[in-house]
């Protein structure tokens, strides 16, 4: 399918549109219910039992079907309501971060989902909409949309969008390209004065692969990312350690430049276990993230949407983050919009936005997310019916 033609937008029915925005506002209270229940019980990466079925409770309630523990996934589910001939996705994340509870709100994320879903849910037959939600957990950590891609939970989608709460404004997302390793030394124990020279200092592999790493680092582009950190490096200091671990993360502009990263950050690994004879185990904990690519048509809708609801300004900006949601970006049209919620006094990823993420401004984002995204939704739907028309 061909990208819509951001300078010809197509709008749905303005009557249509409000009364979707009055289905928003009615089921406020109960958005906000949600955002707080699950901000107040946080579940970190494929343990979102209750976030998952409190999402589901509320669509069936409305109107959805919905299937639990959909494509393999236990705290996945795919949710679905009307005939129209356009379908689209709204997605839905409600993972956690570890010891940090959802200092990357997505508390809110699901709210604004289900926001749009219930706004449209009366008038998905009129506005030409097939509307599918789909809850995707693991975000964070695990590449939950990555599995669910692979395991056709978006096949047949048409478009995809989800909102997420942000320090700024920006309408046009960028993400990096993010690549995990899980890296194990495995070595021989000796007594470090009565025999030496009979141990295999796994310790010892791991930091000479971190001094080729920061060697390497001069020879790398600016937007290329290496960090990581050591999860085990010994048990006792008489003791030559013969197990250490580490897990790292790699990051670059784009999917095509993970592989030659990935190639060089193992090499160092891999010096680490000829220099000191050890042995290397290199493994990835989880698919690739690829960089979120926007949809142009899509985004023009989403500009004139998000304006029109009394969004501030968006800014534009370079890529930051990491999202499972690129991989959707790369095989269907889709957009990723974040919403200011804290006016750059604070991040994802900080204690303090996890108490953002249920303030009035945290508020406000779910409401008008969940409105511009129907509204979208409904653009979108619009579009697709002059561009059938016009084929006829």
Known sequence: MS?????????????????????????RDELLALSRRIHAHPETAFEEHRAAEWCAELLRAHGYTVTPGAYGLPT???????????????????????????ACGHNLIAAAGLGAALGLAPYADRLGLTVRVIGAPA???????????????????????????????VADFHSFALGTLSVRYTGRAAHPSLNPHEG???????????????????????HWRVHGVT????????????????????????AEDLAELRARVEDCFRAGALAT???VELTRPEPDYLDFRSDAGL??????????????EPVESGPFACTDMGNVSHVLPAIHPVLDITGGACGPHEAAFAEAAVSPAAD????????????????????QRRRRCADD
């Not at 010809?8 to 089921?27: F, I, M, Q, S, Y």
């Not at 056709?152 to 989608?157: C, E, K, L, P, S």
């Not at 406000?364 to 579009?383: Q, Y």
């Open 231 to 254: 999860t085990a490096a010994g048990t006792a200091p008489n003791l030559i350690p013969d197990s250490t671990a580490a897990e790292y993360e790699i990051r670059a502009l784009a």
């Open 139 to 169: 975000e964070e950590r695990g590449a939950g949309k990555a599995l669910l891609l692979d395991a056709g939970a978006f096949d047949g989608v048409d478009a995809a969008m989800m909102v997420h709460p942000c320090p700024v404004e």
């Open 364 to 383: 406000r984002a779910i409401v008008e997310g969940a409105v511009a995204m129907a509204w979208t939704a409904a653009d979108f739907a619009a579009g």
């Open 200 to 222: 295999r200092n796994a310790a010892d592999a791991l930091t000479v692969a971190q001094v080729a790493l920061g060697l390497l680092r001069q020879q790398l582009p600016s």
């Open 3 to 27: 990208p819509l033609n951001a300078s010809e937008p197509a709008v749905a029915d303005p009557g249509a549109k409000e009364a979707v925005r009055e289905r928003v506002l009615a089921h």
């Open 299 to 312: 985004l023009g809708l989403w500009r004139a949407n998000a304006a029109a609801v009394g969004r501030p």
């Open 76 to 102: 996945a589910f795919d949710a679905r309501l009307g005939s129209g001939p356009a379908t689209v996705a709204v997605v839905c994340e409600y993972d956690a971060l570890p010891g940090l509870g959802h």
């Open 277 to 279: 004879g050890c042995e």
